[in-house]
């Protein structure tokens, strides 16, 4: 039934279409999406399924170039989710509940950056298609230093730059971007962290999003012993949002999910 003929659309409908930037189509851009679809394991493609979903929820996510990390295939998918769940009358929509995150952690970051002057470093750990370095004007002193895998970041950095050439809406936002290859399951990522410029005597604040639950229990416990221990002036450890703090949200942007 085609809603819209009868007057009664909901805007999240409408707000919800799927439009495809032309820019997904271009060689470049082609190629790295065919390297992330038939390279990547599962780790690594989450990051462009979180991208998706911000590209998707776009009311209430400004993130302009989410689409164009998220690419074609993450896009489609969720979309061909969020209608089935529509269709289904389900409690919870696809893609919701990580839009929800990134405002919260958006929330979180800003007020911890401002209750420290307004500069800081920024550790994102596990940043796949992050693009808060970008987004967030919160962080225009502070210097931001984005840990993934090696694929993970030169893909994200290859599209980036793809988007610069066409595109004039792209511009840092913080004092410094670091890239930092590494896993931080191994121990050497706070190394490679301090070679990179990070100096563990500066406020630190920590964004573990979406990133816990791809670690063990042993491996989550030692990155956060390592942030604990040796960065002795870490000011906020974000690791995860908490239950409330996730139907605060829920009741404050998505009033239609009650
Ligand atoms: C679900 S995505 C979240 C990405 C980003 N934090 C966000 O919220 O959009 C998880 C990310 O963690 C990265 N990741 C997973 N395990 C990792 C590890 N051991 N070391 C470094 N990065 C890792 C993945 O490559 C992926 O980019």
């Not at 002057?117 to 550790?123: H, I």
């Not at 042993?218 to 956060?224: E, K, T």
Request: charged share 25%; net charge negative; proline share 2%.
């Amino acid at each position: 039934m085609d809603r819209s003929k009868q007057g009664n659309a909901s805007p999240e409908d409408h707000e919800l279409e799927l439009t495809l930037p032309n820019l997904l189509f271009t060689k470049t851009v082609r190629e790295l999406y065919a390297k992330i679809v038939n390279e990547w394991d599962f780790l690594r493609k989450s990051a462009c399924q979180t991208a998706a979903a911000r590209a998707l929820w776009k009311h209430v996510i400004h993130d302009p170039l989410a689409h164009v990390l998220a690419g074609e295939t993450y896009l489609i998918n969720l979309h061909e989710k969020i209608k089935k769940d529509r269709h289904n009358n389900a409690r919870e929509i696809s893609g919701v509940i990580l839009a929800v995150r990134t405002l919260w952690f958006d929330s979180k970051i800003e007020a911890v950056v401002d209750s420290l002057g307004g500069a800081a470093q920024v550790v994102l750990l596990g940043a796949g298609m992050d693009l808060r370095a970008y987004r967030l004007s919160c962080l225009k002193e502070s210097d931001v230093f984005e840990v993934d895998f090696p694929e993970v970041l030169q893909v994200k950095a290859a599209l980036l730059e793809e988007t610069l050439e066409s595109t004039e809406h792209l511009w840092l936002m913080e004092k410094s971007l670091t890239r930092v290859a590494a896993d931080i399951r191994e121990n050497d990522w706070v190394e490679k962290l301090q070679t990179s410029g990070f100096v563990p005597e500066k406020n630190t604040v920590w964004i573990l999003e979406g990133i816990i639950y791809y670690l063990s229990n042993s491996q989550a416990m030692q990155v956060l012993k390592i942030v604990g221990e040796k960065c002795t002036l870490t000011h906020s450890s974000l690791s995860r949002f908490h239950e409330q703090s996730i139907n605060n949200a829920l009741k404050c942007y998505f009033p239609f999910l009650q």
